[in-house]
């Protein structure tokens, strides 16, 4: 019985390395699947709905931030990271002065970009690179925060809808 189960681990313990070996071979030989990402000179992209960093959305046509201080998001803010200050202009419309949010103590709950009524506040996955030396670099303003909607490109076939040109009835 002993020399039975002396050899039976032996074979087991062979048997666990062919497998493991086959797996490394396969990678080994499959050369056209390189897997390893040479960061930072390469940057996978992450998904479109990561909560990477929270910016601030700047109108670059009317070139004024959509923020109109209306408050929603400090108040919805659970570590009261947000600070800010708005005035109502002579057209009677209230407009963001100042924005501070500090990074050191928010959580990325995302209650502050729910609470935002006006298209104002917005994750971005581009932007995951956030450590800083000193902690109170993460203390951002409107300007750290600014941030652009690219473009979006317009499908082929919505083009095509677009140019299509409706018959004239009657004519
Ligand atoms: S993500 Fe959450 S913790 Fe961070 S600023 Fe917004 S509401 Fe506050
Ligand atoms: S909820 Fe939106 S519009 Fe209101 S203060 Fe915050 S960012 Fe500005």
């Known amino acids: 019985m002993g ?3 002396y050899f039976k681990d032996i074979f087991s313990g062979l048997w666990n390395l062919l497998v493991g070996l086959s797996v490394t071979s396969k990678y080994f030989l499959n050369f056209k699947a390189v897997t390893t990402q040479q960061y930072p ?8 709905r990561s909560r990477s960093m929270i910016k601030l959305i700047y109108d670059g046509e009317k070139d004024q931030f959509n ?5 929603m998001c400090a108040k919805a803010c659970p570590n009261s ?3 800010l200050e708005g005035v109502r202009q002579a057209d009677g419309k209230r407009r963001m002065t100042t924005f501070k949010l500090d990074f ?12 935002c009524g006006f298209d104002a506040l917005t994750f971005v ?3 995951y690179e956030n450590a800083v ?13 600014k ?8 499908a082929p076939e919505e083009q095509k809808k677009e140019t299509v040109i409706p018959a004239v009835v009657g004519a």
């Open 3 to 5: 020399i039975l189960k």
């Open 41 to 48: 000179e390469e940057r996978l992209p992450l998904p479109a």
């Open 67 to 71: 923020c109109v201080a209306c408050l």
């Open 81 to 83: 990271c947000i600070k």
């Open 104 to 115: 050191s103590t928010c959580i990325f709950c995302g209650y502050c970009v729910e609470a």
């Open 125 to 127: 996955s581009e932007e």
């Open 133 to 145: 030396y000193k902690r109170g670099s993460l203390l951002q303003d409107e300007h750290a925060m």
């Open 147 to 154: 941030w652009v909607r690219q473009a979006q490109p317009i």
